[in-house]
């Protein structure tokens, strides 16, 4: 089970938000600083990377990935599904308690 426990949403062209999950399975084994990506009906997640610079450019080398494409597409469908279910509960939740908190 992956448990969101840390979210931070953001309103930039295609950086969405950022997140801190905990792994329960692999003993409460935790990344943090996910970020997560949305475009044009795509979405994506880049784990903690470190930057770089070639040729003037901005780079990003992964600091940790799965040996397969098997393991990472399961890991990406648990993620997101967490991730829904997270904002489904916390995000909605916060929105309407915004709404009936505010005096008129």
Avoid: C
Wanted: glycine residues 2%; aromatic residues 18%; charged residues 40%.
């Amino acid at each position: 089970m992956i448990e969101i426990y840390e979210f931070k949403e953001f309103d930039k062209t295609f950086h969405k938000a950022t997140v801190s999950i905990k792994i329960h399975k692999w003993g409460n084994f935790r990344i943090k600083r996910i970020k997560v990506f949305e475009k044009e009906g795509s979405r994506w997640f880049s784990l903690p990377s470190e930057e770089y610079e070639k040729e003037g450019k901005k780079k990003y080398f992964p600091l940790n990935d799965f040996e397969t494409q098997e393991m990472n597409d399961a890991f990406r469908n648990k993620f997101f599904k967490a991730l829904d279910e997270y904002k489904e509960k916390n995000i909605k939740k916060s929105n309407v308690e915004e709404q009936i908190n505010i005096p008129f």
